[in-house]
């Protein structure tokens, strides 16, 4: 099973910051199936990126994916105050598993 | 509009059994991969189980052997039936549309609580 690890636990910014979130695979994920959601208190997740680095759509483009392999990362160009949230990141590559997850809080 | 409504939850004691039902609208079930994701209270996501268009079915290591994932055509309805449940089982479960391009979770439901508990 692959295990994803998430970085950090928690992350602390302001409106208008730049967010990174990390997320890295116990091995490598075929052929990039990695993707990011976004849960808000008492919702269901929503897809954000798809394929390590192709929006879903509806996404604006301030939501960003990258990385390759077993490290990927999530930016968040310039935080607005609907994007403070739990990010969580997924690979599909093998079977399927998920990351522990992100808290982005307003500091 | 794209829709799909998880029913089926309650409490129910260590166990006992249980079946969720997800109704689609808007799109096939049968045509699609669908799954099921679990999240217990305050705690991240878990996958549970996915069934393709193709009808394999994979389950999760914790509940393999004692979950079973099924769709109704007729109704357009993703099934989940869970026996022997244990406490730990105790989540809001989420049925989700596999993105036949994405192969992301591209639509979700609004999720059904299941509470194992005497």
């Known amino acids: 099973e692959i295990v994803l690890t998430q970085s950090p636990g928690t992350l602390s910014l302001s409106p208008g910051e730049r967010a990174t979130l990390s997320c890295r695979a116990s091995?490598?994920?075929?052929?990039?199936?990695l993707a990011w959601y976004q849960q808000k208190p008492g919702q269901a997740p929503r897809l954000l990126i798809y394929?390590?680095?192709s929006r879903a759509t509806g996404i604006p483009d301030r939501f960003s994916g990258s990385g390759s392999g077993t490290d990927f990362t999530l930016t968040v160009s310039r935080l607005e105050p609907e994007d403070f949230a739990v990010y969580y990141c997924q690979q599909y590559g093998s079977s399927y598993t998920f990351g522990q997850g992100t808290k982005l809080e307003i500091k | 509009e794209v829709q799909l409504v998880e029913t089926g939850g309650g409490l129910i004691q260590p166990g006992g059994s249980l079946r969720l039902s997800c109704a689609a609208s808007g799109l096939t079930v049968s045509r699609n991969y669908m799954s099921w994701v679990r999240q217990a209270p305050g705690k991240g996501l878990e996958w549970v189980s996915v069934i393709y268009s193709g009808g394999n079915t994979y389950f999760a290591a914790s509940v393999k052997g004692r979950f079973t994932i099924s769709r109704d055509n007729s109704k357009n309805t993703l099934f989940l039936e869970m026996n022997t449940l244990r406490a730990e089982d105790t989540a809001v479960y989420f049925c989700?549309?596999?993105?036949?391009?994405?192969?992301?979770?591209?639509?979700w439901g609004q999720g059904t609580m299941v509470t194992v508990s005497s």
């Open positions: 989700a549309r596999v993105g036949p391009t994405s192969f992301a979770f591209d639509l």
């Open positions: 394929g390590a680095s």
């Open positions: 091995q490598s994920v075929s052929s990039n199936y």
